[in-house]
């Protein structure tokens, strides 16, 4: 492997990839650590020494997670790539339900240009609503409960003016840096953002484990944390290969088709999506208890939700990514086209008649795939609840549910590219 390894950077066109990569990687990581203009570095650090992580994370854990700890700084890459993944779900979802939409999905190459435009505009709005908001917790003092240390300069409009604008651009900013790795680097720009962002987070994470709980524990959460790792990759790989046949025709005077393929199914078709959709609808009520303090249903709320280690909270979370699970799937996967594109073309499921019967095995067999895979991201997204019950470390605990989907994945794809591309010049692979 590591023979290997140097062959990428022997050849030229790859070792300008990735250095082009990491160079981006370097100046984003710089953005994430810079507060912006209005921001008192001492107020920020008196706060996070004075309130337990863990209070905070529980508000905003899923921002928190894409910008690697930024938000919590104020930094000027604090929004992280959050608002541009709500920006491509609600694009995604608005698809299925927008004819206008669905019609330039199936353009093609100039329909998904426009798509990404939609895209880029969503994000920006999104951008302005987050910065406003957490601009607006900064200046009133709400950013940290708990906490009466001032985490900004002034409180004037003007100021406040500017700190959401610099974090609005700050995502803009994000977005350019993730398509020039994209086209000039190696893998997809917004998931090796994100790739790096969570694992920026990773030794702080076990840093803390080892001060609070020792050794013994520290070793024990990496071992548990390498063999969920390996867990995943191994279901994320898991695939289900319905073959597929093609009848020969006559297409002018010559004979085409007869080969047989496979329609790939994997075992988790949704990915991390239904962890996210679970996730932010989660919060919902926290956020409401935390700007509508008094009441029986705060009062409630708080207690069940808030700290993540209640029952009714772990069972709320697992339903709801089990039931997002389905519900993506069958938005993403639609058994009637894919059978229509199989019967126009003169393919076949053997034992299974072309049209309704097709369509009928392929949702079925979907539908037997998605029970196990959904089962699989709610354990997988009740790790960090667990680690909490079982070595008070909830919130320093690294190996979340999210965060190893995303890691995983985004390895794997990008591992997948850099051995395509040496193939191509070596026929081997980056991984022997």
Same mark, same amino acid.
């Given at each position: 492997?590591?023979?290997?390894?140097?062959?990428?950077?022997?050849? $030229?066109?790859?070792?300008?990839?990735?250095?082009?990569?990491?160079?981006?990687?370097?100046?984003?990581?710089?953005?994430?650590?810079?507060?912006?203009?209005?921001?008192?570095?001492?107020?920020?650090?008196?706060?996070?020494?004075?309130?337990?992580?863990?209070?905070?994370?529980?508000?905003?854990?899923?921002?928190?997670?894409?910008?690697?700890?930024?938000?919590?700084?104020?930094?000027?890459?604090?929004?992280?790539?959050?608002?541009?993944?709500?920006?491509?779900?609600?694009?995604?979802?608005?698809?299925?339900?927008?004819?206008?939409?669905?019609?330039?999905?199936?353009?093609?190459?100039?329909?998904?240009?426009?798509?990404?435009?939609?895209?880029?505009?969503?994000?920006?709005?999104?951008?302005?609503?987050?910065?406003?908001?957490?601009?607006?917790?900064?200046?009133?003092?709400?950013?940290?409960?708990?906490?009466?240390? $001032?985490?900004?300069?002034?409180?004037?409009?003007?100021?406040?003016?500017?700190?959401?604008?610099?974090?609005?651009?700050?995502?803009?900013?994000?977005?350019?840096?993730?398509?020039?790795?994209?086209?000039?680097?190696?893998?997809?720009?917004?998931?090796?953002?994100?790739?790096?962002?969570?694992?920026?987070?990773? $030794?702080?994470?076990?840093?803390?484990?080892?001060?609070?709980?020792?050794?013994?524990?520290?070793?024990?959460?990496?071992?548990?944390?390498?063999?969920?790792?390996?867990?995943?990759?191994?279901?994320?790989?898991?695939?289900?290969?319905?073959?597929?046949?093609?009848?020969?025709?006559?297409?002018?005077?010559?004979?085409?088709?007869?080969?047989?393929?496979?329609?790939?199914?994997?075992?988790?078709?949704?990915?991390?999506?239904?962890?996210?959709?679970?996730?932010?609808?989660?919060?919902?009520?926290?956020?409401?208890?935390?700007?509508? $303090?008094?009441?029986?249903?705060?009062?409630?709320?708080?207690?069940?939700?808030?700290?993540?280690?209640?029952?009714?909270?772990?069972?709320?979370?697992?339903?709801?990514?089990?039931?997002?699970?389905?519900?993506?799937?069958?938005?993403?996967?639609?058994?009637?086209?894919?059978?229509?594109?199989?019967?126009?073309?003169?393919?076949?499921?053997?034992?299974?008649?072309?049209?309704?019967?097709?369509?009928?095995?392929?949702?079925?067999?979907?539908?037997?795939?998605?029970?196990?895979?959904?089962?699989?991201?709610?354990?997988?997204?009740?790790?960090?609840?667990?680690?909490?019950?079982?070595?008070?470390?909830?919130?320093?605990?690294?190996?979340?549910?999210?965060?190893?989907?995303?890691?995983?994945?985004?390895?794997?794809?990008?591992?997948?590219?850099?051995?395509?591309?040496?193939?191509?010049?070596?026929?081997?692979?980056?991984?022997?």
């Amino acid at each position: 492997m590591l023979g290997t390894f140097a062959k990428a950077f022997r050849t $030229p066109d790859l070792r300008q990839k990735i250095l082009f990569t990491l160079m981006i990687l370097v100046l984003f990581r710089i953005g994430s650590v810079i507060p912006v203009p209005n921001v008192s570095i001492q107020g920020i650090n008196q706060c996070q020494v004075e309130v337990a992580q863990g209070q905070t994370a529980g508000l905003y854990s899923m921002i928190n997670l894409f910008s690697g700890g930024a938000i919590l700084q104020l930094a000027i890459f604090a929004l992280g790539i959050m608002p541009y993944i709500t920006a491509s779900i609600i694009l995604q979802l608005l698809t299925v339900v927008i004819p206008r939409l669905e019609a330039l999905k199936k353009e093609g190459q100039s329909g998904q240009a426009k798509i990404t435009q939609y895209t880029r505009y969503l994000t920006l709005v999104l951008a302005v609503l987050n910065a406003t908001a957490f601009s607006t917790l900064a200046v009133r003092g709400q950013l940290f409960q708990g906490c009466t240390t $001032p985490v900004v300069y002034s409180d004037a409009i003007f100021p406040t003016v500017v700190m959401v604008l610099t974090m609005t651009a700050g995502t803009s900013i994000i977005m350019w840096m993730g398509e020039l790795i994209t086209d000039r680097g190696v893998g997809n720009g917004m998931s090796i953002l994100i790739f790096t962002q969570i694992a920026a987070g990773f $030794p702080a994470g076990l840093w803390g484990i080892k001060e609070a709980k020792g050794w013994v524990s520290f070793l024990l959460v990496l071992v548990v944390g390498l063999i969920v790792m390996a867990a995943v990759v191994f279901v994320e790989q898991a695939q289900r290969r319905i073959p597929v046949q093609y009848a020969k025709r006559m297409v002018g005077r010559r004979l085409l088709g007869g080969s047989t393929t496979y329609i790939p199914l994997k075992v988790n078709q949704a990915g991390v999506i239904p962890v996210i959709f679970a996730s932010s609808v989660i919060y919902l009520p926290i956020l409401y208890s935390q700007f509508v $303090p008094e009441g029986e249903v705060s009062t409630w709320i708080q207690t069940n939700f808030v700290t993540g280690e209640h029952p009714i909270y772990m069972l709320t979370l697992f339903l709801l990514i089990v039931g997002f699970a389905y519900f993506y799937v069958a938005i993403t996967f639609n058994p009637e086209e894919v059978a229509d594109n199989m019967k126009k073309y003169g393919g076949f499921i053997p034992g299974v008649r072309a049209g309704r019967a097709t369509q009928n095995y392929l949702a079925h067999v979907l539908s037997r795939l998605t029970f196990p895979g959904s089962l699989y991201l709610g354990l997988i997204a009740l790790l960090p609840s667990a680690a909490f019950i079982l070595l008070d470390a909830n919130q320093n605990f690294p190996f979340g549910g999210t965060s190893l989907l995303i890691i995983v994945g985004v390895g794997l794809d990008t591992v997948k590219q850099i051995q395509s591309k040496l193939q191509q010049r070596n026929y081997e692979g980056f991984l022997r």
